[in-house]
């Protein structure tokens, strides 16, 4: 049994990790673990408050004791806004904590294009332009060209967990839709508010490339810290493909 641990902030998008968990089929356990959200707003001040390091330390002291082998932050935006190297400090305090391997969200969608071979992506984002923005210049300083960027606009990650499959499909269209008329090679929606885990084959044969999404890239960041993959169709292509080697 592996046994994967994620801190999620407050509840919007969270009963996708026992669909994934489900999906995988295999001897892997998710556990999750809610840490407080602060104030509910996509705004850079709100957003770092929410990744600060005593707010995740509250998180990890409760998830040591499920037995977990890794941790990931599983908020795209309470990471990015950090930057990168920001970013970077709060995954080294997070594995201090936690005392095992961690990671965040938004490393998990560089190292998941990385992994499907796609240099070049298009973004769907939830969030305001701003917001947007900070996300696009984190991808690009993990070595991805991101050659569109579409923004929803929405500010709070409450409503973002209303949206359903019509929502999530508008928005996946729209960004295909700049990527191919740039030529993206993957579409990347964050956000872990956003429910995306039962849409991702959906999502795959409307766009007919590859489509990454937060909770889906969290899960897949875990089992890589643990060393493990496990094939899952379902899960879209991060989740099939033979891994490329990076030269």
């Known amino acids: 049994m592996t046994a994967l641990g994620f801190l999620y902030p407050g509840h919007s998008g969270e009963d996708d990790y026992p669909r994934i968990e489900q999906l995988l089929g295999s001897d892997i356990r998710v556990d999750l673990v809610h840490t407080d959200i602060g104030v509910d707003a996509h705004r850079v001040d709100a957003l770092r408050e929410m990744g600060s390091e005593q707010r995740l330390a509250a998180g990890v002291a409760e998830l040591r004791l499920t037995g977990v082998e890794t941790v990931v932050w599983a908020c795209t935006s309470g990471s990015f806004v950090h930057g990168w190297e920001g970013a970077q400090e709060q995954v080294r305090s997070l594995a201090r904590l936690a005392g095992m391997p961690a990671s ?3 490393f998990a969608f560089v190292h998941a294009a990385r992994e499907l071979g796609v ?7 939830t969030y305001p332009e701003e917001v947007a923005a900070l996300f696009a210049d984190f991808l690009r300083a993990g070595g991805l060209e991101v050659v569109a960027v579409r923004s929803s606009g929405i500010v709070t990650a409450a409503e973002v967990g ?3 499959e019509e929502e999530v499909l508008t928005l996946a269209r729209a960004a295909a839709a700049d990527a191919d008329a740039a030529g993206a090679e993957a579409v990347l929606l964050p956000d872990t508010a956003l429910h995306t885990a039962a849409y991702l084959g959906l999502l795959e044969k409307a766009l007919s490339k590859p489509v990454l999404t937060a909770n889906q890239v969290s899960v897949w ?10 094939n899952a169709p379902r899960l879209g292509a991060l989740f099939t493909r033979e891994p490329i080697v990076q030269v």
Do not use: F, N
Request: proline share 0%.
């Open 104 to 106: 965040s969200t938004s």
């Open 119 to 125: 240099r070049r992506v298009a973004v769907g984002a």
């Open 162 to 164: 209303t949206w359903g």
């Open 221 to 230: 960041e875990g089992l890589r810290l643990a060393d493990r993959r496990v």
